[in-house]
C-alpha cells in the first residue's frame, strides 16, 4: 500500500499477511520508485518481512531511460536524500508490525550505495545489507551489519575492480562479506522491467540467495 512516512516522505509499505514481521527497507535504483520495486516489497511480504520503500525522488517521479533517469538524479540533493534513507529506517523501525531488532537493507545500484552508506550511518539499526551492482566509497569500521553483494561481469557503472576495491574496504574493516558475480550478465540484470539487461535465471539465484541471508540474519 501506498503510505505517508512523515518526515520520510512518501513511499510504498506492505505488512505480510501474519501481520508482524522483521523489516526490510528497499531502496531503488535511479528509475525511481517504479512498479518493480514495489513488487519487491509486496516478494519480500510473501516472505514473512515488513517492506518499505521510500520515494527517493518525491512526487512519484521515475524515468524509462537512462537519460531520463540521469536527469532526475541531477536534481536529487544529497544531503535531503540521507536525511530521507535516515528517517525511512526510523519510519520501518517504529511500524507497529515490524518486530524488535535491528532492520535490513536492499538496494539497487543508486539505492545500493545508500544502503551501504546506511550501514556506517545507522550502525545501531541496521544489521544487513544486500546490495545489488552498487558501490560505496566510506569509512565501513562503524558498521555493524552482515553484507551480501550481487555483482555483474560486465558493468559500465560497477566494473569488477570497483567491485574488488569495495570488497577489500568491507573485509579490512572486518565485517561479514559475500559477495557474488554472475558470469554473462551487465548492470540491471536482476530487474525484469529492464529487458535490455534482465537475465531471468540469475535474477533468481540472487533472490534466493538474498531470501536465504536475510533469514539467517534477521531471524537468528
Known sequence: MSNSLGSAGS?????????????VLVLHAWWGLT???????????????????????????????????EALLAELDPNRTA???????????????????????LG??????????????????????????????????????????????????EPEDNVNYLEAQLNLAKQDVTFHRYPGTAHWFAESDRPVAYDPVAAELAWD?????LGEVLNS
Do not use: K
Not at 12 to 21: F, K, L, M
Not at 39 to 62: I, K
Not at 123 to 145: N, T
Open 11 to 23: 513511499g510504498y509499505a506492505v505488512v505480510p499477511e501474519s501481520g508482524s514481521g522483521p523489516g
Open 35 to 69: 512498479p518493480f520495486f514495489r513488487s519487491l516489497c509486496d516478494r519480500l511480504a510473501d516472505a514473512g518481512y515488513v517492506a518499505l520503500a521510500p520515494d527517493l525522488y518525491g512526487d512519484d517521479l521515475t524515468a524509462d531511460t537512462p537519460d531520463e533517469a
Open 83 to 105: 536525511n530521507l534513507v535516515v528517517a525511512s529506517v526510523s519510519a520501518l523501525r517504529s511500524m507497529p508490525a515490524t518486530t524488535d531488532g535491528r532492520v535490513a537493507v
Open 108 to 157: 539497487f545500484s543508486m539505492g545500493g550505495s545508500w544502503a551501504l552508506w546506511a550501514t556506517a550511518r545507522m550502525a545501531e539499526d541496521v544489521a544487513a545489507a544486500v546490495v545489488y551492482y552498487a558501490g560505496q566509497d566510506i569509512d565501513f569500521a562503524p558498521a555493524r551489519a552482515s553484507f551480501l553483494g550481487h555483482f555483474a561481469e560486465y558493468d559500465e557503472f
Open 209 to 213: 540467495r538474498t531470501l536465504g541471508f
